[in-house]
């Protein structure tokens, strides 16, 4: 795959994300009883540049419902907060495989 491949697989893959993340806050904005379930996430990171821990901790915070609070000192774990966690395993799961994994294909 080419890098503008890759970056052209990123955005669409942040769009479907915005989109599914938007319409997943919305819900429990105008839920009759809402139960929101916070968590702080541990993201283990397999990106290592600056530039990728950016790029990556970025499109976890334009997601709606979710925003990076901070990098590890050694560079090998995001903590992110999440509005709404069912299954915090799945959630960190999403989160590697939607963006992180396209963001190793974008930035070395």
């Known amino acids: ?6 970056i052209l697989a990123l955005v669409a893959i942040f ?5 599914l993340s938007a319409w997943s806050v919305i819900r429990l904005v105008v839920a009759h ?12 990171l397999d990106v290592r540049s600056d530039a990728g821990i950016a790029l ?3 499109l976890v915070t ?3 419902g979710t925003t990076s609070v901070h990098v590890s000192a050694d560079r090998r ?6 509005l709404d966690v069912d299954d915090e395993a799945a959630a ?3 989160m590697k495989r939607s963006f992180e994994s396209r963001v190793l294909k974008v930035v070395p």
Do not use: G
């Open 1 to 6: 795959m080419t890098r503008a491949a890759a």
């Open 15 to 19: 769009v479907r994300e915005l989109a």
């Open 33 to 44: 009883d809402p139960k929101p379930r916070p968590a702080v996430l541990a993201v283990p």
């Open 56 to 58: 990556f901790a970025n």
């Open 62 to 64: 334009l997601t709606p």
């Open 77 to 82: 774990t995001l903590f992110v907060h999440a």
């Open 92 to 94: 960190v799961e999403s």
